[in-house]
């Protein structure tokens, strides 16, 4: 099982919005409505973010939306701020394994 | 509070073995799944292995199937994964996860547990 493709960086100013796309396959992304999205700070533990595609946990900000089209899902950050500078992964279930996560996309806050 | 906090971590020989522990508190222990994800060092996450709240189903990736076992105890209320044959590959941080009660998504993770596997 190959892990998802994310694009390796993307960056943004304050206030700005950014979205970070997540590219599987027919077999995962596609075909369930299961992609959830984690953000890690350096040397922390990944944190759940979006769930089930579009779904906040309770606590996380509403900058925070989840989409999917076809193969491919989307984590957007809207009013860009400092503390969202870290890493983000998606993850999706799969037929095979329960969970493939993403290659990771490094945010940054120019 | 909800928390999960791992141990067991170390340094080991290729081919050796290591018991990695995750101690629960704040929930139903039962009622949960719970995963092992690992992070090489400068690298993404890597899903590892799924236990549900009964003990069954239980699920490996392949990189680690055959070799790696998960289990959980009810009156510790601790989550296991015992590892042998280990490669220098299985050099990483591990971290337990709850799984999302009644959806999908890890909701709750350790700090993590950091594995070196290297003679």
């Known amino acids: 099982q190959s892990a998802l493709t994310q694009p390796a960086s993307v960056s943004g100013s304050p206030g700005q919005s950014i979205t970070i796309s997540c590219t599987g396959t027919?077999?995962?992304?596609?075909?369930?409505?299961?992609v959830s999205w984690y953000q890690q700070h350096p040397g922390k533990a990944p944190k759940l973010m979006i769930y089930e595609v579009s779904n906040r946990p309770s606590g996380v900000s509403n900058r925070f939306s989840g989409s999917k089209s076809g193969n491919t899902a989307s984590l957007t950050i809207s009013g860009l701020q400092a503390e969202d500078e870290a890493d983000y992964y998606c993850?999706?279930?799969?037929?095979?394994?329960?969970?493939?996560f993403g290659t990771g996309t490094k945010v940054t806050v120019l | 509070e909800v928390q999960l906090v791992e141990s067991g971590g170390g340094l080991v020989q290729p081919g050796g073995s290591l018991r990695l522990s995750c101690a629960a508190s704040?929930?139903?222990?039962?009622?949960?799944?719970l995963n092992w994800v690992r992070q090489a060092p400068g690298r993404g996450l890597e899903w590892v292995s799924y236990i549900s709240g009964s003990s069954s189903p239980k699920y490996y990736a392949d990189s680690v199937k055959g070799r790696f076992t998960i289990s959980r105890d009810y009156a510790t209320n601790s989550l296991y994964l015992q590892m042998n044959s280990l490669r220098a590959e299985d050099t990483a941080v591990y971290y337990c996860?709850?799984?999302?009660?009644?959806?999908?998504?890890?909701?709750?993770w350790g700090q993590g547990t950091t594995v070196t596997v290297s003679s």
């Open positions: 704040g929930f139903t222990f039962s009622t949960y799944s």
């Open positions: 996860a709850r799984g999302l009660y009644g959806g999908y998504g890890l909701d709750v």
């Open positions: 993850s999706s279930y799969t037929s095979i394994i329960t969970y493939v």
């Open positions: 027919s077999s995962d992304v596609g075909a369930y409505n299961y």
